[in-house]
């Protein structure tokens, strides 16, 4: 993995994830970072994609971005190459505001 290269699927779900932190709700966060295996980064993966189909659905305002199916599966590709990836997304939910990042598309 390269220290100058962030894939932008990998910037497009921490982007997402932005709207875990604006909830105060950091277990996806947690467990995703944390992970030892591609394995448990997947579940984890999920899981916070479930929630936030729901609130997608739900039209929850504070959800700016929902990843495409593509980016999903090219995250855990790249998930199952280098488990460092996980952590990396993990810092980038953190780092980013509003004013400095914004994501077009979704689905």
Known sequence: MSNE???????????????????RSYNF????TNAVTP?????????ALRVLRSAYDRGDKEL?????EKEVAKFIEY???DISYAKILGSLVF?????????????
């Open 79 to 81: 998930i199952k190459e």
């Open 95 to 107: 780092v980013w505001t509003p004013e400095e990042k914004k994501i077009e598309g979704g689905e």
């Open 5 to 23: 290269y962030i894939p932008k699927e990998i910037e497009k779900i921490a982007w997402s994830f932005r709207y875990f932190v604006k909830k």
């Open 39 to 47: 394995e448990v980064a997947i579940e984890a993966l999920k899981d």
């Open 29 to 32: 966060i947690d467990r995703i």
């Open 64 to 68: 700016e971005y929902l990843p495409s």
